[in-house]
Structure formats: C-alpha cells, structure tokens
C-alpha cells in the first residue's frame, strides 16, 4: 500500500470531543485488556489507523513506560491535535474507568462485610485463579519451541509454585531468583 493509499484509507478524529468519546467508550469496554477492542475501534471501526500504523504505534507503546493503551491514546491524541489531544485522548481513556472503580470503592466500603458480598468476591477469586490456570495449561504446547526446553521450563514453573505457596517467597524475589535463573538458561541455550 503506497503512502497516497494509506492516508486515503484512514481518516482523522472530527474533533477534540469525538476523540474523547471514542477513548471513553473504548475503556467501557474492556476489562483485563483492551488491545483486541483498541484495534477494532481506532482501525476498523474509526479507520484513524491502518493495521501497519496500528502494530507500530503498538510497538511503540510497548517500549514507554506505563500502560499500552494510554500510551497509544497519548500518541493519536498528539498526531490529531497536538498537546491538547494528548490530555483529551488520555482524559478518556482514564475518566470513566476512574469514576466506576471509585464509586464501586465506596460500594465496597459499605458493604464490604456483608455475607453475601464476601462470598461473591470469594467466588471470583476462585474463576480469577482458574483463569490464570487454564492460561498457563494452554500455553504448555509451546514449552516445545521453548530455548530451555520442557522439562526445564516444568521445573522452574514448578519450583515457583512451591516457593510461592510453601515456602511464601515474596514475588519481588521469585522473580529475581527463578526469573533470573529461568533468563540465564534461555541465554545460554540461546
């Protein structure tokens, strides 16, 4: 796609208040990550991107500290309007999601003892842990391309669990000592 083709196929944010509210409704969206939405609304949706503009914008984002998508919300801010898209690009993605977790805080202050409360906060711990679980199970099949190996990267995996629950190793220190000693046999290896 020739340059002349990729400005064609995207367009540019109407105004500072589009802008914000395609931010704010973006953040609505998305619990625990919101890439795969981002992607959805500012390339498909929105068309202010193309998908190469979005992978390098992503790539981008991915070496700034903080969180990918604010930093991808800074950068668009900036390329449309400057400074000041910056901070409205920025104000939507974080007003919103800021307002709901505050006022659940409060919620949760009042009802934090509650029965029925504790039980249900009990039970998402539970599918929380599940999900992280069956995560770490799908990505068992590609402990085969793994530089350290299977049984190795078993080990490690292993020998963290142990520590954590056990042993009650602090994470700070896991991760510096099996962290550490899981970077130094993929460099060898390697």
């Known amino acids: 796609?020739?340059?002349?083709?990729?400005?064609?196929?995207?367009?540019?944010?109407?105004?500072?208040?589009?802008?914000?509210?395609?931010?704010?409704?973006?953040?609505?969206?998305?619990?625990?990550?919101?890439?795969?939405?981002?992607?959805?609304?500012?390339?498909?949706?929105?068309?202010?991107?193309?998908?190469?503009?979005?992978?390098?914008?992503?790539?981008?984002?991915?070496?700034?500290p903080g969180p990918n998508i604010v930093n991808i919300s800074l950068m668009l801010g900036d390329r449309f309007f400057g400074l000041r898209g910056a901070f409205v690009a920025m104000a939507g993605m974080l007003l919103a999601p800021s307002v709901i977790v505050l006022a659940l805080a409060v919620l949760y202050g009042h009802l934090a003892t509650h029965p029925v409360v504790v039980d249900a906060l009990r039970g998402m711990g539970i599918v929380a842990a599940g999900l992280i679980l069956a995560t770490g199970v799908k990505l068992l099949s590609s402990l085969k391309k793994n530089p350290i190996g299977r049984w190795p990267s078993l080990l490690l995996a292993a020998l963290t669990v142990a520590a954590m629950v056990w042993l009650k190793i602090p994470l700070p220190w896991l991760v510096l000592v099996l962290g550490g000693a899981g970077m130094a046999l993929a460099w060898r290896k390697v």
């Open 1 to 64: 796609m020739s340059a002349e083709e990729a400005t064609a196929a995207t367009r540019r944010p109407e105004s500072l208040r589009a802008l914000f509210l395609a931010f704010t409704w973006l953040a609505l969206q998305g619990f625990g990550g919101v890439l795969a939405v981002a992607q959805r609304e500012l390339v498909e949706k929105h068309r202010w991107l193309t998908r190469e503009d979005f992978v390098e914008t992503l790539a981008i984002a991915q070496v700034l």
